[in-house]
């Protein structure tokens, strides 16, 4: 708009020009005027300039002010759909104290509730209170005769106790006595019945011999029955050097270890009298019928668990755990067997894993005849 006004005075100016032309005076003025009109020319140039800068610079402004519109539109828009989203969540959180009010309320009954039946039992406990002091007080006077009454008879049976305490300590005495009389005279009555024996056999035999010098077919007979009391003679005398010796073992290991295999082999031997134990297998064989007594001790390893078992020709007769509830726990079982010349017992895992031990055994495996 500023250029425009500028553009018409500077028209006028030139029309006042064209009739000037006709003295010597109006030619000097048209000289000064069109001094003039360069410089409003430049003045002009420049405010021209000016404008383009000012248009420029407002474009930029407005082409900014449109992007902030924009921004601003969309920034209403987000929050706008947030304000939405809090009116729901608003109303969700409404609903969600309405039902806490709810569930307030009934658990305040249920509280009063509570309260009545507390102040009830209260009650009853009190009587029982009231109750159990009475009995507690005849109960004391009860203790109290009783007391009295042990006191007196006290003397008397400690008499008592002391003679049959004597009496006692007689009978385990002569019992005592009796059993290495037996443990003396056992020995020397087999050996003399085994002497008896062999004398009787060797008569025999001297009757057999007798009697072969008089009928061939007796003495085939007599040679049957004398290989019979041979062998009668040869297993007596087996039976007799056991009962001398007796079958036992014990055996153990000697270190610590995580094994979790089959059977347990125990190779730290350190009784084995009749030779049934075998430390390279792990397993007792029975050297002759009988009754067997079998000891398991096992020391679990650390904090581990382990389940050892006893067996019988593949059998599981008893068990044992060294349990992991705390660390080298102990465990131990006992097994009375009645074997056969020939069975095995020996032990074997049934769970867990490690057991432990050092150079004197902690765990061990025991057995003997009775």
Not at 309 to 332: C, P, W
Request: hydrophobic share 35%.
């Amino acid at each position: 708009m500023l250029s425009y006004f500028i553009f018409t005075e500077l028209l006028c100016v030139i029309q006042t020009s064209g009739f000037s032309s006709l003295t010597d005076v109006e030619t000097q003025n048209v000289t000064l005027r069109d001094e003039a009109i360069a410089t409003k020319t430049d003045v002009f140039r420049q405010l021209l300039n000016q404008e383009t800068l000012i248009r420029m610079s407002l474009v930029k402004d407005v082409n900014s002010l449109v992007k902030d519109m924009v921004e601003i539109k969309e920034a209403m828009t987000t929050s706008k759909k947030q304000l939405h989203d809090a009116e729901k969540e608003i109303l969700s959180l409404k609903n969600e104290v309405q039902l806490l009010k709810t569930e307030n309320q009934k658990l305040k009954e249920q509280a009063v509730k509570i309260q009545e039946a507390n102040n009830h039992k209260f009650l009853e406990i009190g009587e029982n209170l009231t109750e159990v002091s009475i009995s507690f007080a005849q109960y004391d006077t009860y203790v109290n005769k009783g007391i009295k009454d042990f006191e007196k008879n006290a003397s008397t049976i400690l008499s008592d106790i002391k003679i049959e305490v004597r009496y006692l300590s007689l009978t385990l005495l002569e019992l005592n006595k009796h059993t290495m009389e037996l443990n003396v005279s056992f020995p020397n009555m087999i050996e003399g019945k085994l002497t008896e024996y062999t004398a009787n056999v060797n008569r025999s035999v001297s009757d057999i011999n007798h009697k072969l010098l008089i009928s061939k077919d007796y003495q085939e007979q007599l040679a049957y029955n004398l290989s019979l009391l041979e062998n009668d003679q040869t297993s007596l005398k087996k039976i007799i050097s056991a009962t001398k010796k007796g079958v036992g073992f014990t055996a153990g290991v000697t270190t610590r270890s995580d094994w979790a295999g089959n059977i347990l082999v125990f190779p730290h031997v350190v009784t084995n009298n009749g030779n049934g134990y075998n430390p390279s297998t792990g397993k007792f064989t029975a050297p002759t019928d009988g009754t067997y007594v079998f000891f398991l001790t096992v020391v679990s390893n650390s904090n581990k668990f382990i389940y050892m078992n006893i067996v019988h020709n593949g059998a599981d007769k008893v068990r044992t755990i060294g349990h992991e509830s705390a660390q080298y726990m102990t465990g131990t079982n006992m097994a009375v067997l009645q074997l056969v010349k020939g069975d095995s017992v020996w032990v074997s895992r049934r769970h867990g894993k490690g057991y432990f031990s050092e150079s004197a055994p902690y765990t061990t495996f025991s057995g003997f005849l009775l």
